[in-house]
């Protein structure tokens, strides 16, 4: 695990090699060791024939914001993690404006790494929760 001194540094690097968040348009807010905050302008360029936006483009900028959390509490020996489960549960459409993500530790046991994600939208209503299980790999 990180601690708070190295979480600037982390940061840094995260963001510079974040491709998939930085390519839909996702940026970091802020980031504790208990918390992850990203947000995301909703873009038109992502929604489906319903005009609506895409469940896939809400999933992946949930997914990197996990994918930040996640690496900054991974303890040692291990040096990376990956998606070994998801659920999603889409709650609401999302049609503009900019969505929050809040990502928060649920459990930690052996490899396993339990987090959830809750997207809101600017109103605050909750449109998406993704529960995820990371699996921590040697690197």
């Not at 609506?52 to 483009?57: F, R, S, V």
Request: charged share 25%.
């Amino acid at each position: 695990m990180k601690t708070e001194a190295e979480l600037p540094d982390y940061t840094k690097r995260f963001i510079e090699n974040d491709r998939m968040g930085s390519t839909m348009g996702a940026r970091f807010v802020s980031l504790s060791l208990t918390e992850c905050i990203y947000e995301y302008d909703v873009s038109e360029n992502h929604f489906n024939p319903n005009r609506i936006l895409h469940g896939g483009a809400l999933y992946s900028v949930m997914d990197s914001a996990q994918g930040m959390f996640v690496h900054a509490i991974l303890d040692e020996p291990f040096k990376a993690a990956a998606t070994g489960t998801s659920t999603i549960r889409y709650l609401a459409p999302v049609k503009q404006g900019t969505v929050r993500i809040v990502t928060v530790l649920k459990e930690k046991k052996d490899r396993k790494i339990f987090v959830n994600s809750k997207a809101y939208d600017g109103s605050g209503v909750l449109v998406a929760d993704l529960e995820e299980i990371w699996i921590a790999i040697y690197k």
